[in-house]
């Protein structure tokens, strides 16, 4: 379809999750006027009243500039998209009861957008979605002057404000030269290299991306056990692979699993999707269950922490927990590994105490088996073992002397590798580290 270049005008963004907050600053950011709309009327009035319920470095800033400036509002009213030269769909998409991505707010989305688009308009989508969502989206619109374009996000939480404004690409995925040029208008201003290709490409390759990503950190943490076994440092054996820029240094410490609201969900979409495709991906599966693995490795270090014996039993033991959320540097619980090891300690009749930056005991209802303190030191009181979950640097600056002294057995499980002997050594405290085999008999 050949047409004229036409301008963004307004643009729409769906959903003001940490996605679609941090698309309408930034787009607002970079001179845009934008208009945010979430069916959380709740959400929309914190936001006109200045509050940012999203935890992200620098998001605060810009959404208070964009408002300021007139160019960023929000409404829970989606008729205001009625102006919009382009909307961007930034939607959840969990996994639904049989491991698919559930698109069901997309669906409704894209019906309500099939009759109240200008002419010309695009629709772009950066939720992760499964592939082949554009054309049914098209489908859904039945709008031959409407155009779906695959426009995937890879921000990461904590990160996601400069995810956006210095990304490594952006990805367009587009049948239509017009549409691809309107939704590359939006990012002027931004520095990176742009992939122009089809929407079944761009949308799989944010799968593949991700799951890449989850068997990388398998390797690692597999690697780190193997470590453990053999007498090496995972973190020697990572400095020497990081220099390899075929491999990369991010991504190469071990830890209690990956987790999040994407990974998880991702791998398993990509599983599916070659399923139906009639590929098996062995490899994908195969860190899928070392992450599963990965979690039974922690309890078993716990229990030795706390028995002397891998299989020894931890029911009525007092455990420390340092670090709930799914990684440092967000609030975000959903699929914490953490979590995941405290159900499992709990499970065996462990007694948790817990605490997190971003955790504070006012959301204890979150978190129903572990009881949540304000005090890093409390989780030590009476301890059997502490266990260090999430890598918040917070946790290295600690006096651990206050820890081993309130503890009733001082070792610490770190399952993050951010304590260095000499933080926990003068203190007397043993310290169990996840793929470090210098240390273990
Ligand atoms: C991930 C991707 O990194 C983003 O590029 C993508 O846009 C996003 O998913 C998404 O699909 O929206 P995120 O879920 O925020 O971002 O988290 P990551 O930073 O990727 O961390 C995932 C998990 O891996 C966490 O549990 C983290 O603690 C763990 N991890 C990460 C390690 O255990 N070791 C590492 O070296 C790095």
């Known amino acids: 379809?050949?047409?004229?270049?036409?301008?963004?005008?307004?643009?729409?963004?769906?959903?003001?999750?940490?996605?679609?907050?941090?698309?309408?600053?930034?787009?607002?950011?970079?001179?845009?006027?934008?208009?945010?709309?979430?069916?959380?009327?709740?959400?929309?009035?914190?936001?006109?009243?200045?509050?940012?319920?999203?935890?992200?470095?620098?998001?605060?800033?810009?959404?208070?500039?964009?408002?300021?400036?007139?160019?960023?509002?929000?409404?829970?009213?989606?008729?205001?998209?009625?102006?919009?030269?382009?909307?961007?769909?930034?939607?959840?998409?969990?996994?639904d009861e049989s491991g698919d991505p559930d698109t069901s707010a997309v669906d409704s989305v894209v019906r309500q957008l099939a009759t109240l688009l200008p002419a010309d308009a695009v629709v772009a989508s950066k939720s992760t979605v499964p592939v082949g969502s554009a054309h049914r989206a098209e489908r859904l619109l039945n709008r031959a002057d409407v155009a779906m374009v695959s426009n995937p996000e890879f921000l990461r939480e904590g990160h996601a404000v400069e995810d956006f404004l210095r990304p490594a690409r952006i990805v367009i995925g587009?049948?239509?030269?017009?549409?691809?040029?309107?939704?590359?208008?939006?990012?002027?201003?931004?520095?990176?290299?742009?992939?122009?290709?089809?929407?079944?490409?761009?949308?799989?390759?944010?799968?593949?991306?991700?799951?890449?990503?989850?068997?990388?950190?398998?390797?690692?943490?597999?690697?780190?056990?193997?470590?453990?076994?053999?007498?090496?440092?995972?973190?020697?054996?990572?400095?020497?692979?990081?220099?390899?820029?075929?491999?990369?240094?991010?991504?190469?410490?071990p830890g209690p699993g990956w987790g999040g609201s994407c990974l998880p969900k991702d791998t398993v979409a990509l599983l599916r999707t070659g399923r139906r495709a009639g590929l098996d991906f062995g490899l994908v599966r195969a860190a899928i269950d070392v992450n599963a693995q990965q979690?039974?490795?922690?309890?078993?270090?716990?229990?030795?922490?706390?028995?002397?014996?891998?299989?020894?039993?931890?029911?009525?033991?007092?455990?420390?927990?340092?670090?709930?959320?799914?990684k440092a540097g967000t609030a975000d619980l959903r699929d914490s590994p953490a979590l995941a090891v405290a159900d499992a300690l709990a499970r065996e009749g462990a007694v948790l105490t817990g605490y997190d930056p971003e955790v504070p005991s006012d959301r204890q209802r979150a978190v129903a088996d572990i009881r949540l303190v304000d005090d890093p030191y409390q989780v030590a009181k009476g301890a059997s073992a502490v266990v260090l979950l999430t890598e918040w640097p917070e946790f290295a600056e600690l006096d651990w002397s206050v820890i081993g002294a309130a503890a009733n057995n001082p070792v610490v499980v770190d399952t993050r590798g951010i304590l260095d002997d000499s933080d926990v050594e003068q203190p007397g405290i043993d310290r169990i580290a996840l793929g470090d085999g210098t240390h273990r008999s």
């Open 174 to 253: 587009a049948s239509d030269a017009w549409a691809c040029h309107l939704v590359e208008r939006m990012y002027d201003g931004v520095d990176a290299p742009i992939v122009r290709t089809d929407p079944v490409s761009a949308e799989l390759a944010k799968y593949a991306c991700n799951a890449f990503l989850a068997v990388k950190l398998s390797y690692t943490n597999l690697l780190a056990a193997l470590c453990e076994r053999v007498g090496a440092e995972i973190g020697e054996v990572a400095r020497v692979m990081a220099l390899d820029d075929r491999i990369g240094a991010s991504f190469l410490r």
């Open 1 to 95: 379809m050949a047409r004229a270049i036409g301008t963004t005008g307004t643009i729409g963004v769906v959903g003001a999750g940490y996605v679609g907050l941090t698309t309408a600053a930034c787009l607002a950011h970079l001179g845009h006027d934008v208009v945010c709309v979430d069916t959380d009327r709740r959400k929309v009035a914190q936001l006109r009243g200045g509050a940012v319920p999203v935890r992200e470095p620098g998001l605060d800033e810009i959404v208070h500039d964009g408002t300021r400036a007139r160019r960023l509002s929000f409404t829970s009213d989606i008729e205001a998209l009625a102006v919009c030269g382009v909307v961007m769909l930034c939607l959840p998409t969990p996994m």
């Open 295 to 326: 979690l039974d490795r922690v309890v078993r270090d716990v229990r030795r922490a706390v028995t002397g014996e891998e299989c020894g039993r931890i029911a009525g033991h007092r455990i420390g927990l340092l670090g709930l959320t799914f």
